[in-house]
């Protein structure tokens, strides 16, 4: 474990690579991974829930907002209290067995999100007349540049500010109109049908991430938070990313839902296609770009970085900074993360099917959400976190219920469709 003096106060920081050009104390670690939460992936399955149930999803992403925080909230005490990233707390309280597993079937998951994200920068720029592999390029060269040259702290303004494109979704639901009381019945409508329970299933697995619990732990100490207020701003940070990105979840639903139901959304093209008799065809193409844009650039910032962190500490080379440094002091940690991007490139180059990628990466999700909630459960709870940070009670019987509700779901969803694709 780190030890005290490694804890330094914000007039203690080391220089940053880049300069320190922004210092603007509304952003944090908890607001930039819980806007990436609301990827392309997810985005879609907003979009769908709208266009084929209309609002009967929508007291579902309200009820999600808490389960978000509460998960990403544990991040931020182990964090906060022993100064290690998620795999290192593993490695150090469970050894280095369970610390490799948790790290490979992250990092496998991280290299397919990591082709979802570049595939929805390439397909937003393909309705803007890119090829497909100049997009590719375009989203890696973008991603690569951005973390090789800016510090940590400009890293978070900038994916947070790509992030908040997201919310053109919200604009949408806004200037649809809808109407409220056909919102309100919808709202109170529930279906029995699988294709329902499965889109319920779908928006309870795509809430918690296991790559967001493995950055923000990481973020955390990288952003050298201390207990006090430190740590209270990044609560607030958290609770208002997990508002935000339900809220973009709630937009995209509704905008779907008041421009038709009965539609199979399973690309950026087809939820184009749905919004344009509403929005006309500029506006809704705008919005749609700025919104899978946004989240497919947040997102792989925070995808390839959990993965080069993670990487890092199960090798013991665990130094939070790194990005805080030049490539040739930190080279583990640019190298895994340049192998993550690289891999994600040639893997959507490789002309991979990206419907069933992104069926892959939801089931792998499933496979390692046990994992990534049941140690963030263990660490919180056990000794890990001083008893004055440590979560007891009710609020860590609450914690056992939400996340084994969340847990099953997920893993049962991962295990149904993976003998549904094995049948096929």
């Not at 609560?235 to 990105?245: D, K, M, N, Y």
Request: proline residues 4%.
């Amino acid at each position: 474990m780190a030890s005290a003096e490694l804890v330094t106060s914000a007039s203690e920081r080391t220089p940053l690579k880049g300069g320190s050009w922004i210092s603007w104390s509304a952003i944090g670690p908890g607001l930039l991974v819980c806007l990436a939460d609301t990827d392309a992936g997810c985005l879609i399955v907003a979009s769908q829930s709208g266009a084929r149930w209309g609002y009967s999803l929508l007291p579902l992403q309200v009820l999600l907002i808490p389960i978000l925080f509460m998960a990403q909230e544990l991040t931020i005490r182990l964090g906060v209290y022993t100064q290690q990233g998620h795999t290192a707390c593993i490695k150090a309280h469970f050894g280095p067995f369970w610390a490799w597993s948790a790290c490979i079937l992250l990092v496998f998951e991280c290299v397919c999100a990591m082709t979802s994200e570049i595939s929805g920068v390439a397909v937003v720029g393909e309705l803007w007349g890119l090829s497909h592999t100049c997009g590719t390029f375009l989203a890696a060269a973008i991603v690569i540049t951005v973390v090789l040259c800016f510090n940590y702290r400009q890293i978070e303004v900038v994916g947070t500010a790509l992030g908040l494109f997201e919310l053109a979704f919200v604009v949408t639901m806004f200037a649809l109109h809808p109407d409220p009381g056909e919102v309100f019945r919808g709202a109170h409508t529930f279906h029995s049908e699988p294709e329902f329970m499965g889109l319920v299933a779908a928006n309870i697995g795509a809430v918690i991430m296991p790559w967001m619990i493995y950055f923000q732990q990481s973020a955390v100490v990288a952003r050298r938070i201390t207990p006090g207020e430190g740590m209270r701003q990044e609560r607030s940070h958290t609770l208002v990313g997990s508002i935000l990105t339900q809220l973009v979840m709630i937009g995209a639903l509704v905008t779907l839902a008041a421009a038709g139901k009965a539609r199979n959304l399973n690309s950026v093209q087809d939820i184009l296609n749905a919004m344009e008799p509403a929005l006309g065809a500029e506006a809704a193409k705008v919005a749609v770009s700025l919104g899978f844009l946004g989240g497919s650039l947040c997102a792989a910032f925070v995808v390839s970085l959990a993965a080069s962190w993670a990487v890092c500490e199960a090798l013991g080379h665990d130094n939070e900074l790194s990005m805080d440094q030049p490539l040739s002091k930190a080279p583990h940690f640019y190298g895994c993360f340049l192998g993550v991007v690289g891999m994600g490139v040639g893997v959507l180059l490789s002309g991979v099917d990206m419907v069933r990628l992104n069926v892959l990466v939801e089931l792998l999700n499933g496979l390692l959400l046990p994992f990534a909630v049941g140690f963030l459960f263990l660490l919180a709870t056990g000794n890990a976190l001083p008893v004055e940070a440590r979560v007891t009670g009710l609020h860590k019987c609450t914690i056992a219920v939400v996340f084994s509700c969340c847990t099953a779901l997920s893993f049962g969803t991962a295990v149904y469709g993976i003998i549904g694709h094995v049948s096929a």
